[in-house]
């Protein structure tokens, strides 16, 4: 059972999570906690005065404040973190000295979020009747490479998380995003990084069921800030569930689910402001055949159309062009061509004006901004027939930029100008789910 941040962000949530805790002892729950709301950024704050050797102690101050309050209201005794917190103020005082700020004295200043919301939440589950004890997820086995800011998992932490957890009586509480490398140094697993925490430890469980506990009712048919009856999604595959991610859907990071996926573990989104609602499950297969599950919008889109009519049956220009692509380090999205054009799409926030200056020693070049890439996801669309006319029938007199469909499994997706998307996404939405 994960807790992201907003589900430890107060003592009136951490009671509410101790509740939920409660209701699912006999399975035996392991729990993996985030830092609370907003301190992850708070410690990268404090750390960055710091290294500037500026002012960094009102900062810091208010950061252990929360902290301070949150136990008092809890009934939990401030000894609870008092090694963190002394080792926190000397870690900053030490880095207002040396002024060094790496990637690497960044995880271990982050850590320290984690580090104190998981002795915190133990100390109560204990103070309310159920035992239970905070691990440092490094001690517990957790071994990463040394990639600081965006580690991956070492194979062996599976088994050793197995060792160590299999002995455990009461409860574990698990620092969630921290880990170690193998020179003992501090890591973290990436933004976010508590949900992959829960992934990889169900999976060192073999547990019969990961649960991500956050602030929404699992995935939805479409972003409900656009679409007002958008709805939970009940079950969606792996690859949905992946594909979704990637195009925007905040709810599971693609990486997060691949050790649930390796095991066949059901992921399961739930929402703690609502914790009776079933949310939605991540299942390697789900059974229906083909279907839409949601319609997902990104913004900020560029399109970089190439023309020239040297393209016309020629072989390796569009080598010559992502070559150029490769060389600028920046990946294109969707692409479509013609005989004597080829449209790239790319994340409209990348600076692409030295690419284009590249590409137009090969053809002649225009860039379209503000574009929004509408998709239309599910399982087996590919094999949907009259997919096309179906969602393009609705959307009026819309002018469709571009399209990809049908070679991928799982989306459909079009281009069309921003300021149009909100609008075909309502359509789309009531085509396919009726509101
Ligand atoms: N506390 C970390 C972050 O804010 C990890 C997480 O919340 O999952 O990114
Ligand atoms: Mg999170």
Same mark, same amino acid.
């Given at each position: 059972m994960k807790f992201g941040g907003t589900s430890v962000g107060n003592a009136e949530r951490i009671r509410n999570l101790a509740k939920i805790v409660q209701s699912h002892l006999s399975r035996r729950p392991v729990v993996v906690v985030s830092a609370f709301s907003g301190i992850t950024d708070g410690l990268i704050e404090v750390a960055y005065l710091a290294s500037k050797g500026e002012e960094f102690s009102a900062k810091l101050d208010g950061i252990l404040d929360r902290h301070y309050k949150t136990m008092d209201e809890l009934g939990v005794g401030h000894g609870t973190i008092k090694s963190e917190t002394s080792q926190l103020r000397s870690f900053m005082n030490r880095l207002h000295e040396s002024k060094e700020l790496t990637p690497k004295v960044l995880d271990t200043a982050v850590s320290f979020g984690e580090r104190m919301s998981s002795r915190i939440v133990a100390a109560y589950m204990t103070r309310v009747g159920m035992e239970a004890v905070a691990y440092d997820a490094y001690d517990i086995g957790l071994v990463t490479d040394s990639n600081f800011g965006d580690a991956e998992v070492l194979p062996e932490a599976y088994a050793s998380i197995n060792k160590k957890l299999a002995r455990a009586k009461a409860i574990p509480v698990i620092t969630g995003f921290i880990a170690k490398d193998k020179e003992g140094d501090i890591t973290t697993l990436g933004r976010g990084g508590s949900d992959y925490t829960s992934t990889i430890v169900g999976s060192a469980l073999d547990a019969d069921e990961i649960q991500i506990w956050t602030d929404v009712n699992g995935i939805m048919t479409a972003d409900p800030k656009i679409v007002s009856g958008a709805r939970t999604i009940d079950s969606v595959s792996y690859a949905e569930a992946s594909e979704l991610a990637f195009l925007g859907a905040k709810v599971l990071h693609p990486k997060t %689910? &691949?050790?649930?996926?390796?095991?066949?573990?059901?992921?399961?989104?739930?929402?703690?402001?609502?914790?009776? @609602?079933?949310?939605?499950?991540?299942? =390697?297969?789900?059974?229906?055949?083909?279907?839409?599950?949601?319609?997902?919008?990104?913004?900020? !889109?560029?399109? %970089?159309?190439?023309?020239?009519?040297?393209?016309?049956?020629? @072989?390796?220009? &569009?080598?010559?062009?992502? *070559? %150029?692509?490769?060389? @600028?380090?920046?990946?294109?999205?969707?692409? #479509?061509?013609? *005989?004597?054009?080829?449209?790239?799409? &790319?994340? $409209?926030?990348?600076?692409?004006?030295?690419?284009?200056?590249?590409?137009?020693? &090969?053809?002649?070049?225009?860039?379209?901004?503000?574009?929004?890439?509408?998709? !239309?996801? =599910?399982? =087996?669309?590919? @094999?949907?027939? $009259?997919? %096309?006319?179906?969602?393009? #029938?609705?959307? $009026?007199?819309?002018?469709? *930029?571009?399209?990809? #469909?049908?070679?991928? *499994?799982?989306?459909? $997706?079009? !281009?069309?100008e921003e300021k149009y998307a909100d609008e075909a996404v309502r359509k789309l939405h009531k085509r396919f789910f009726g509101s």
């Open positions: %689910i &691949l050790p649930a996926v390796e095991k066949s573990i059901p992921v399961r989104i739930l929402n703690t402001f609502n914790p009776t @609602h079933k949310g939605t499950v991540v299942l =390697g297969d789900v059974k229906a055949k083909s279907r839409v599950i949601s319609i997902a919008c990104q913004k900020k !889109i560029q399109v %970089i159309n190439l023309t020239t009519s040297k393209m016309f049956r020629m @072989h390796g220009f &569009l080598r010559q062009v992502f *070559e %150029i692509f490769d060389r @600028h380090k920046i990946s294109a999205d969707m692409v #479509s061509t013609s *005989e004597v054009s080829v449209s790239i799409t &790319l994340d $409209g926030r990348q600076q692409t004006g030295a690419l284009v200056d590249d590409l137009k020693k &090969l053809a002649r070049v225009s860039v379209m901004r503000d574009r929004a890439k509408i998709s !239309i996801v =599910g399982k =087996g669309m590919a @094999h949907m027939p $009259g997919i %096309i006319g179906k969602w393009s #029938s609705c959307l $009026g007199n819309m002018y469709i *930029e571009m399209i990809s #469909s049908s070679t991928s *499994e799982v989306n459909d $997706g079009f !281009i069309i």
